[in-house]
């Protein structure tokens, strides 16, 4: 069948490398794409959310599905989209509709829904500019830190935990009354601090059965020791290994089944992967967020110990038939390791060669930022590219992404060298 990935990061270049094994696509096209993926697939410069261009692209070269990668697609309704057109109806989308995909787009709405299940969540309050003096006093009630979060999408960086009570109260007035994260701030999540260690958990959904793909822990901060402005991520583990089976089970039985029974009784059509962000508060976990779409480099982890054909496995949530499918995993431990443009998050130049690729042995490099441009790999984002490699443990599977790290280069180059450093 002939396949359309939507999306330009890491993840869709992992979804492409993984896409382009199976037997069962026959062309693969990726809609805008990257350097990397336009080794393995053919990139359409077409944006993910230009919904009358992809229709194009669909019918002219008759696609038979669609895997959207990025969260805004999603949250501006592209299923819902396919399935009320007449020509589009028959392709299958994997990803949410748009009312599912709230859970992701609203902050607001996923709490309600968390609350409404009884899936273990930290207690909460929302607030928008009228009434900015009560968020500042149920800032009062609670001990620091203090927890801010975006209401809409902030491309991962609308959440702030700050100790200082004052500091709290002056940063949810930028949010809501100078719309620091512009539209996403201006309803406001005000959450008490929950205290452990973070991992997330991958679900894959056709509506009624489900299937728990393996955990993963990223990186989110900039700096060493988790120091610094919050990024799109700097790196990933997998599997986690303080998450023990029983742990494993308390995440099943308490968080996926009330999320996937939850989807149904609310009637919100899902078909596609659940992202679970939890932590670990002493044995138990809590949800943090939940995300309508795989992570970002978590997938750069989980989708190269996957065994299964994962064009078989969309067919299935497209079918509802994944009670179907046994999951196979590689029992190793996968790592990958982010290199970023210097300055990133902040402000970063762009188009910097990117040198030492061919040298890579033993590790996948999976591009991110980057794109062909005069037969050149260059840099064009801030999260550049995604270096993952396999071991027998994390150590051994991370010392294998350093070593070929040191063969790659681009101007202003930076990396977190201390991925894994609290497990």
């Given at each position: 069948?002939?396949?359309?990935?939507?999306?330009?990061?890491?993840?869709?270049?992992?979804?492409?490398?993984?896409?382009?094994?199976?037997?069962?696509?026959?062309?693969?096209?990726?809609?805008?794409?990257?350097?990397?993926?336009?080794?393995?697939?053919?990139?359409?410069?077409?944006?993910?959310?230009?919904?009358?261009?992809?229709?194009?692209?669909?019918?002219?070269?008759?696609?038979?599905?669609?895997?959207?990668?990025?969260?805004?697609?999603?949250?501006?309704?592209?299923?819902?989209?396919?399935?009320?057109?007449?020509?589009?109806?028959?392709?299958?989308?994997?990803?949410?509709?748009?009312?599912?995909?709230?859970?992701?787009?609203?902050?607001?709405?996923?709490?309600?829904?968390?609350?409404?299940?009884?899936?273990?969540?930290?207690?909460?309050?929302?607030?928008?500019?009228?009434?900015?003096?009560?968020?500042?006093?149920?800032?009062?009630?609670?001990?620091?830190?203090?927890?801010?979060?975006?209401?809409?999408?902030?491309a991962g960086k609308g959440v702030l935990i700050l100790n200082d009570l004052q500091e709290a109260k002056t940063e949810l007035k930028n949010m809501l009354v100078d719309a620091k994260f512009g539209d996403a701030s201006s309803k406001v999540v005000i959450e008490e601090f929950l205290d452990g260690i973070e991992l997330s958990c991958f679900v894959l959904t056709?509506?009624?059965?489900?299937?728990?793909?393996?955990?993963?822990?990223?990186?989110?901060?900039?700096?060493?020791?988790?120091?610094?402005?919050?990024?799109?991520?700097?790196?990933?583990?997998?599997?986690?290994?303080?998450?023990?089976s029983e742990f494993l089970n308390k995440i099943e039985e308490r968080i996926v089944k009330p999320t996937i029974s939850g989807l149904q009784k609310d009637n919100l059509p899902y078909k596609g992967f659940v992202f679970i962000g939890l932590i670990k508060v002493g044995d138990d976990p809590k949800v943090i967020e939940y995300n309508v779409r795989m992570g970002?480099?978590?997938?750069?982890?989980?989708?190269?110990?996957?065994?299964?054909?994962?064009?078989?496995?969309?067919?299935?949530?497209?079918?509802?038939?994944?009670?179907?499918?046994?999951?196979?995993?590689?029992?190793?431990?996968?790592?990958?390791?982010?290199?970023?443009?210097?300055?990133?998050?902040?402000?970063?130049?762009?188009?910097?060669?990117?040198?030492?690729?061919?040298?890579?042995?033993?590790?996948?490099?999976?591009?991110?930022?980057?794109?062909?441009?005069?037969?050149?790999?260059?840099?064009?984002?801030?999260?550049?590219?995604?270096?993952?490699?396999?071991?027998?443990?994390?150590?051994?599977?991370?010392?294998?992404?350093?070593?070929?790290?040191?063969?790659?280069?681009?101007?202003?180059?930076?990396?977190?060298?201390?991925?894994?450093?609290?497990?």
């Amino acid at each position: 069948m002939n396949i359309l990935i939507l999306g330009s990061g890491g993840r869709e270049h992992t979804f492409a490398w993984k896409i382009t094994q199976s037997p069962l696509c026959k062309s693969l096209y990726v809609a805008p794409g990257n350097s990397g993926t336009a080794q393995i697939a053919t990139n359409v410069n077409i944006s993910v959310t230009d919904f009358e261009a992809i229709k194009s692209l669909v019918l002219e070269k008759g696609i038979e599905m669609v895997v959207v990668g990025p969260e805004d697609p999603l949250v501006q309704g592209i299923h819902d989209y396919f399935l009320n057109d007449e020509a589009l109806k028959h392709i299958a989308v994997i990803g949410p509709e748009k009312a599912a995909a709230e859970l992701e787009g609203s902050k607001e709405f996923a709490k309600e829904f968390m609350y409404r299940h009884n899936i273990p969540t930290a207690a909460y309050q929302s607030f928008n500019a009228l009434n900015v003096e009560e968020g500042y006093a149920f800032l009062e009630t609670l001990s620091p830190p203090y927890v801010l979060k975006a209401d809409g999408l902030a491309a991962g960086k609308g959440v702030l935990i700050l100790n200082d009570l004052q500091e709290a109260k002056t940063e949810l007035k930028n949010m809501l009354v100078d719309a620091k994260f512009g539209d996403a701030s201006s309803k406001v999540v005000i959450e008490e601090f929950l205290d452990g260690i973070e991992l997330s958990c991958f679900v894959l959904t056709d509506g009624k059965n489900y299937k728990i793909l393996p955990t993963a822990k990223d990186y989110k901060r900039i700096g060493e020791g988790d120091t610094g402005l919050n990024t799109g991520g700097m790196g990933a583990v997998s599997p986690v290994p303080f998450a023990t089976s029983e742990f494993l089970n308390k995440i099943e039985e308490r968080i996926v089944k009330p999320t996937i029974s939850g989807l149904q009784k609310d009637n919100l059509p899902y078909k596609g992967f659940v992202f679970i962000g939890l932590i670990k508060v002493g044995d138990d976990p809590k949800v943090i967020e939940y995300n309508v779409r795989m992570g970002d480099p978590e997938t750069e982890v989980v989708l190269p110990r996957l065994k299964n054909d994962l064009v078989e496995i969309f067919q299935a949530i497209a079918n509802q038939t994944l009670d179907n499918i046994d999951i196979n995993i590689d029992e190793r431990t996968a790592t990958t390791v982010m290199l970023v443009s210097g300055g990133y998050p902040e402000a970063y130049g762009k188009g910097k060669e990117i040198s030492g690729l061919e040298a890579i042995t033993g590790s996948i490099p999976f591009h991110a930022g980057a794109k062909l441009e005069n037969g050149k790999i260059v840099t064009s984002g801030g999260r550049v590219m995604a270096i993952t490699s396999f071991g027998n443990d994390y150590e051994e599977a991370l010392k294998k992404s350093y070593q070929n790290i040191e063969k790659l280069h681009f101007d202003k180059m930076y990396y977190r060298k201390d991925i894994g450093f609290d497990l």
